[in-house]
């Protein structure tokens, strides 16, 4: 069973770069034809796709955010990252990492993470 953790800030400032690391046990993140995907859900909203990376490394951002979005991984920790740039309040959000087989898929979900961003 894929178990994934999320960690980081759960406040960051106006302007600042958000960063956000998934931690995946129990399955590597370059098992084939997986996908690791980053979704959020901001206060009273409904969840929003915010990008992924495959097993082989490539990315996809959402169009609104892919200025401001930088997916990454390293495979010797089995982890992979999403930085957000030039944060405002509307990103306070709850933040999940979650795993599928394929691209469309969401089989395995992270807890969530708060992130409030305030000054």
């Known amino acids: 069973q894929v178990q994934l953790q999320e960690s980081g800030p759960g406040l960051v400032k106006p302007s600042q770069t958000l960063s956000l690391t998934c931690t995946v046990s129990?399955?590597?993140?370059?098992?084939?034809?997986?996908?690791w995907t980053w979704i959020r859900q901001p206060p009273g909203k409904g969840l929003e796709w915010m990008g992924v990376i495959s097993y082989s490394g490539s990315t996809a951002y959402n169009p609104s955010l892919k200025s401001r979005t930088s997916i990454s991984r390293d495979t010797s920790k089995n982890q992979f990252t999403l930085l957000l740039s030039s944060v405002t309040p509307e990103d306070t959000a709850v933040y999940y990492c979650i795993a599928g087989s394929r691209w469309y898929q969401y089989d395995y979900w992270g807890q969530g993470t708060q992130v409030t961003v305030s000054s």
């Open positions: 129990g399955g590597s993140i370059t098992t084939n034809y997986y996908h």
